[in-house]
């Protein structure tokens, strides 16, 4: 009897949250919905609101007539979202690519050796990583405008690569893998680069990813800095898109929506299990 | 000659080099990064720290006058003002309302992996692709308030008026409540089941269990995910921006609008001044979270 109550509770607690979580993606699922609807139907659904046009707003799950034009017409026939879609994967991925490659030898330096000063650099790049984006906007506007990258893809990438978040988190990752494994590896002959690239890539693994999941997420969503730092329209990342639009546009906007979280909620799939290890190990403690 | 020397140079530095590779490697190993971050960052931020103490031409200090103006400024005070309320409402919100939510994930069992993603589901989406849904959502004849209508109730104009502080905070909950949920489940499966056990063979109830057990014991666990949702409470200034633009609401007039009005219009001044001043705060805020967890870190 006892255990029923506890079965049935249990039941009742997952209801409940399951209507909590349809009610954090509803504003997905409208979206998706609404990508599916032709012109005539997202005039009527939402015209009171998107073209000012007089009637009453109808938000619906699903739409009566999916269509895939709003998609067709974004791929084909939308010159400006595909730039901007592009800057946004040659930005995003410049960024991380350029995280791996200074960073990597950073956090394995930061986190498998003592030496002075490390402490130091350690709150540094702690302190860094917390400050927001306008605390460091005209300094970074000033080194970029000396470098005259300004209003360049650069402007965007070089800021990016040299943030400290990817080496704080790759640090804690290398921190944890065993000493006796590299001490191993010492006596077995191996050197500081053999044991980095055997040892500590593979066991460091989790850590890499779950930094450039971050770090995707991060930067596919980057809004001020492209803002400040670019002018050029052609330049913009595709996250400004949506803000630059004409009501002309308004057919598409939702596909466009839909396309631009698409590639997030693409990683978000595969690495869920990464990114919990990587908000778990951004707690700031050493 | 010449060459003799070089050679002799060359073998000092092997010698000292081979001598002292493990303490030099680390260094090595940190050179690219760590240049990167002083040109990016440290000397130019020391420039910015440089110019708040001079004038508009930087060529006459001027002590403290920056500093001033810029406590003095309206605007300044609007914002600041703005932020402080923001964080006050926002961050016991959301961290008590996470911290409800994991409690009862747990109690639901280990089948939850899927309610758990949806959690963590807005963390995903961009600030610029989600923008379309809250016009839609908040506006006058949105989403919102017809089925606020629909229940009998009259909605409102929620940009244009003081509510828009509202629009704000829920966002910001949508954006964060999975982010610190994860925190505090791992805070939560921290605690060993044998002291549950022990008090409730003791005769101690459930919510006695969450008063002396859980509560103590997640402390370090609350603290970490307040001053993590502390530092995301500065991002959510992009939805804000997307939905309302560089002129909001004075009621979401936050410093990131102030800095970003001041940056357009060159205001060098005041922006060196209050950047300088902001970054202390947090620092402050970071070095005695950072204290207080080795204090607590000894004690346990």
Redesign the interface.
Known sequence: MGERNVKKRKVAVRILLTLFVVNLIFPVLLLAAGSFMGPEELKESYGSVLYGIDGELQWKLFPLYPTLKAYLQLLLDSPDFFVMFWNSCRQTFSVLAGQLLFGLPAAWALGRYRFPGRKVILYLYMILMILPFQVTMVSGYTVLSFFSVLDTHWAVILPGVFATFPVFLMTKFFQQIPDSLLEAAKVDGAGAAASFFYIGLPLGMPGIVSALILNFLEYWNAIEAPMTFLKTKSLLPVSLYLSNITVSDMGSAFAASILIMAPSIFLFACGQNYLEQGILASGLKE | MQKKQRRHWVKKWTSIFQNRR??I???I??A???S??C???L???A??VRRSFLNAVGSEFVGLKNYKSVLQNTAFELAAGNTVRFLAVCLPLLLSISLF?GL??L???EK?GI???????????????????????F?K???LN?LLEQAGVRGADYMNTPKAFGVLVAVYL?KN???DM??WI?GLLGIPDSLYEAAKMDGANGVMCFVHITCPLLLPTAF?TG??SL?NA??V??EA??IAGNYPHDSIYM??NL??NW?LKLD?QK??AA?VM??LI??LI??G??KI?EKWGRGM
């Not at chain 2, 309610?115 to 959502?137: D, H, R």
Request: hydrophobic share 60%.
């Open positions: 493990e303490r490697t680390p260094w190993l940190l690219p990064s760590l990167g971050v040109i990016f960052v000397l130019p931020f420039d910015v939510l009862l994930l109690r639901a069992g939850s309610l758990k993603s949806g959690f963590l589901l807005p963390m995903a989406v961009p600030a610029g692709s989600v923008v379309l849904f809250w016009q839609l959502f506006d004849g949105g989403i017809e949508w409540l999975g982010y994860i925190l791992s970490l001053i993590l530092v500065f991002k200034f992009r921006y997307m410093l990131q800095f970003n940056f060098m922006m060196t950047a902001l970054a947090l620092g970071l070095i979270s950072q967890e």
